[in-house]
Each structure stands twice: as structure tokens, then as C-alpha cells.
């Protein structure tokens, strides 16, 4: 109980500490675009080609402030060919964005942009298939995608960066334990909220929006990043294995 007290009080320092904070809408896409510049020099060890569309973080319609916890990821359009992190700047006075480094690889490369851009700019798949999401293929990627910059050292020189990507860790597994309870052992709501309580990156005022979220997806959703993710993993360790020596991690990742 004093450790968790301890991390708590930490916890809501993060969450207050002017350092995080951002004043206007451009400080927050500067904060996103920060990590992706970091990442760039670093994308032709993992992949096969960069993403043939621009990308970056921009807010979303105001309208949406109070529905969306965070925000979400716009892909490529014929009408708008640029991906696009949409995020919450309803009450940037109480916003931190101390976590926004992992959202930035999450939401945009090497996450879901880089996999949604590769699919948009394909000339073979159909129309179908471009306009097919599936939470698994699609959360899983941008979840495992997210650790490659670990692997690349890109948090080598930021340790508070590479906290809140453990943190961002532990916001999925809250999550899908939070999918679990209420989906399967009947939790309340408010239960659903005490738990999610401690929770280090979604501010106080709007948990219980996320688990009214959760409330009322499909079962399983939240399940679907972590599980995803590791399903990635595992495909990648099953091809290294069978191919020793000659495993290119960039012909993996395009298949």
C-alpha cells in the first residue's frame, strides 16, 4: 500500500508537471512530429520502403472532444492522401503529453500508418480488402510495431520517453482486464472505474469515459491489441527460425 501511495503521488505529478504541457495545438503536433523525426533514420533497417503518403498530428474536430478519450488515427483517402494522428486539444490546460513519444510510433510510423499506407498505396489488393480493419491485424500491428523503436535505440538517450512506453504497456493490459470484467464477470461501470483509477496516462476526468468506452464496444477489442501484438512477435520468431542466417526482417515485414 506505501509503494502504490508513493507511485501515485508520482503518478499525479506526471500528470501536473509543466514540462508535459503543451499551450496551443502546434505544440502538440511539434511534440508528435519530435519522435518521428528520431525514428526516420531508422526505417530502412526495418522496412523495405518509407510511407508514400506525408503523415502527422493535427487536432480533431471539436465536436469530438468529449467523445474520443485521445484521439485516433486518420489513414490515407484518394481525397486526402495524408495520415493523420487526430488528437484531443479540448483542455490543453490539463492535458499532459508526457507519453506522447509511444502514442506517436503507435498512431503513425512505424504503426498504423506505416501498415494502412502500404495497403492504400498497393496496386493489386481490391477495393474490399483496402476498406477491411480487422482489430487484431490492425491494433496488433501498431502495438507491435511500437517496440521496434526500443529496438532500434532510439530510447537509448530518453529514459522518461522509454517510461511511458512501459507505461503505455501497462495502460493495454488495465485495459483489456477492464474489457474482461465487465464483458465477462459482470462488472459494473463504476467498478470497472475504481480499478482504472490508477491508471498513469488517461487523466482522472476522463477514466471513466474509457471505461464507458470499453462498455460499450464488442467484447474482446481492447484484448485485440495486446493479442495482436504478440501474434506479430510470434510470426516474426517462427520465420527467423526457419530461415537462420539469411531471416531479413525487412522482406517480413512487407509480406
Not at 501515485?8 to 518521428?36: I, M, N
Not at 488515427?73 to 490546460?93: E, I, K, S
Not at 474482446?220 to 531471416?247: M, T
Request: hydrophobic share 35%; glycine share 6%; charged share 25%.
Amino acid at each position: 500500500d506505501k509503494a502504490l501511495a508513493v507511485e501515485g503521488k508520482y503518478f499525479a505529478k506526471l500528470l501536473t508537471d509543466p514540462r508535459w504541457k503543451s499551450a496551443t495545438p502546434q505544440e502538440v503536433s511539434a511534440r508528435f512530429q519530435q519522435p518521428l523525426d528520431r525514428m526516420k533514420p531508422h526505417l530502412s533497417r526495418f522496412f523495405e520502403a518509407p510511407p508514400s503518403t506525408p503523415y502527422g498530428a493535427e487536432p480533431q474536430p471539436a465536436e469530438y472532444n468529449d467523445v474520443l478519450v485521445n484521439g485516433r488515427y486518420q489513414w490515407p483517402t484518394v481525397t486526402d492522401p495524408r495520415g493523420a494522428y487526430l488528437f484531443n486539444a479540448g483542455d490543453l490546460a490539463t492535458t499532459s503529453w508526457f507519453w506522447a513519444t509511444p502514442l506517436a510510433y503507435h498512431e503513425l510510423v512505424p504503426g498504423h500508418h506505416l501498415q494502412l499506407d502500404r495497403i492504400y498505396a498497393s496496386q493489386t489488393l481490391s477495393p474490399y480488402r483496402k476498406s477491411l480493419a480487422l482489430s487484431g491485424t490492425v491494433e496488433g500491428w501498431a502495438e507491435y510495431a511500437r517496440r521496434l523503436p526500443i529496438e532500434a535505440g532510439v530510447y537509448d538517450d530518453d529514459p522518461m520517453g522509454r517510461y511511458a512506453d512501459r507505461l503505455m504497456d501497462r495502460r493495454m493490459a488495465m485495459m483489456a482486464v477492464a474489457d474482461t470484467g465487465m464483458h465477462v464477470h459482470g462488472w459494473s461501470l463504476d467498478k470497472a472505474v475504481e480499478y482504472f483509477s490508477t491508471n498513469a496516462i488517461t487523466k482522472p476526468t476522463q477514466q471513466r469515459r474509457a471505461m464507458l468506452g470499453i462498455a460499450t464496444e464488442y467484447p474482446a477489442f481492447l484484448l485485440s491489441y495486446w493479442a495482436g501484438g504478440e501474434e506479430y512477435a510470434r510470426l516474426k520468431r517462427v520465420c527467423r527460425d526457419l530461415a537462420g542466417p539469411g531471416f531479413d526482417v525487412r522482406q517480413f515485414h512487407e509480406t
